[in-house]
């Protein structure tokens, strides 16, 4: 079944440890006189046969009532001034607390991002001020009952995204939705809306008051999806691309997509190489990206040592093991392995070499990195003053052990003589 077909029964499975929280929760606070239903994307997950990763909670329950219906110490307000409070979990299975919101309207977004204030009110208000018609959906785990008030299950079964009223208003009210647009329909594979996209187009040079974690946050996510090459299509056709990622102007889209297309699955650093490579200047395009995207050092480091090492895990077949080593016991080596997998794979080239890395990474610890046979200390014991000369002597040590040159002290002894002609024999 395509990803946007809803499932036939409006029901959900609430057998997830999560979702049994979920619905303590909610009987709860209808226990206690009070309103209150699953709401958001737990709902639309769920009737797309999703495991939702959590179940947020919508109530007309004030925030001060929620407390008190679960009690100061049960209770988180880490979002109070937005109605939102956390409410711990009673069993050990479930580690992050339930997010119970009150129904709420929203006023002014002066700032494009956050609203100036809000106004606690009733479900129809609430599903109104949110995002896309997809996530306006609320569901009663009790009674088993889906609530509709924007359309959304309708957009679900045809598998569109569609802002909940005008787009201009809610891209205006919150410039990041354009991104959330563009991600929703990479990760649900929906077809945006006509007048949708055509608000993303107009209002595309305004996603600069977003912050570069926000920006980072759903472009990652985008990268990661199985179908990232339509993503990427789309950050370029809605306009968005010279503002949230201008070196999409000089890479070539195509080949990234190919890569994508390669790779059965992605990881951010992983993405991240394979997209770099598209370019003239893969190692500009992963700077570019740190500064634009707020990228962790392990995201560049990886990205980058793919980058600069792929082809040797791709020839590893036919180059020395000595050349080959140091690449598979890097502590990339899995991304670096990836992005060699998915070029080669694109390219239709042969894969013996990946074969082989991967072969190598079962091998015992020390058959894949065995002890060295000589070290600084002996070349100094042997009389050798210290110098330059030692790490170069010392490295074709280590590359003739590892291509079965030298085997052991003796031989790696004797190496080092021919190494270093200057010294007597008897020294070593």
Not at 175 to 189: D, N, P, S, Y
Not at 283 to 306: D, F, M, P, T, Y
Not at 336 to 342: E, K, M, Q, T
Not at 386 to 399: E, K
Request: aromatic letters at 6%; charged letters at 25%.
């Amino acid at each position: 079944m395509a990803s946007w077909e809803i499932r036939s029964a409006l029901t959900i499975d609430l057998s997830a440890p999560q979702a049994v929280e979920g619905v303590r929760v909610v009987r709860r606070l209808r226990d206690s006189g009070f309103t209150a239903f699953f709401a958001g994307g737990c709902v639309r997950d769920a009737l797309l046969g999703a495991q939702p990763k959590d179940y947020d909670v919508a109530t007309d329950a004030t925030p001060d009532a929620v407390r008190d219906v679960f009690g100061r110490n049960r209770t988180l307000a880490f979002g109070a001034s937005f109605g939102v409070i956390g409410v711990l979990p009673e069993t050990e299975s479930v580690a992050a607390p339930t997010e119970v919101a009150t129904f709420r309207s929203d006023g002014n977004y002066s700032d494009g991002r956050h609203p100036d204030s809000v106004t606690f009110g009733n479900a129809a208000a609430d599903a109104c001020r949110r995002d896309f018609t997809i996530n306006g959906l609320f569901y009663d785990p009790l009674r088993g009952e889906l609530i509709d008030y924007v359309g959304g299950k309708a957009d679900l079964g045809r598998g569109i995204l569609q802002t909940i009223g005008a787009a201009e208003d809610r891209f205006d009210e919150d410039k990041l939705r354009m991104l959330r647009a563009v991600r929703f329909a990479t990760v649900q594979e929906f077809t945006i809306d006509v007048a949708t996209f055509d608000a993303i187009r107009l209002q595309a040079a305004t996603i600069g008051v977003v912050s570069s974690e926000r920006v980072g946050a759903e472009l990652r996510k985008v990268l990661t999806a199985p179908r990232a090459a339509d993503g990427i299509d789309l950050i370029n056709d809605t306009g968005l691309a010279p503002y949230v990622w201008p070196q999409l102007a000089d890479s070539d889209v195509p080949r990234i997509g190919r890569y994508f297309a390669a790779s059965e699955s992605r990881d951010v650093p992983t993405a991240l190489a394979l997209a770099g490579l598209a370019h003239a200047r893969p190692a500009a395009v992963i700077r570019g990206l740190a500064e634009a995207w707020k990228l962790s050092n392990q995201e560049c480091r990886a990205a980058n040592a793919a980058i600069g090492q792929w082809a040797v895990v791709a020839e590893a077949a036919d180059l020395p093991w000595s050349r080959v080593q140091p690449v598979v016991t890097d502590r990339d080596a899995a991304t670096i392995i990836a992005v060699a997998r998915a070029v080669v794979a694109s390219e239709r080239t042969s894969d013996s070499g990946i074969e082989l890395c991967e072969s190598a990474l079962r091998w015992p610890a020390e058959k894949l990195a065995p002890p060295t046979l000589v070290s600084g200390d002996d070349l100094k014991a042997a009389g050798i003053p210290p110098g330059p000369h030692y790490r170069s002597v010392l490295q074709q040590i280590r590359d003739a052990q590892l291509d079965g040159r030298v085997t052991s002290r003796i031989e790696a002894e004797d190496l080092a003589r021919t190494l270093l002609p200057d010294h007597p024999p008897s020294n070593l």
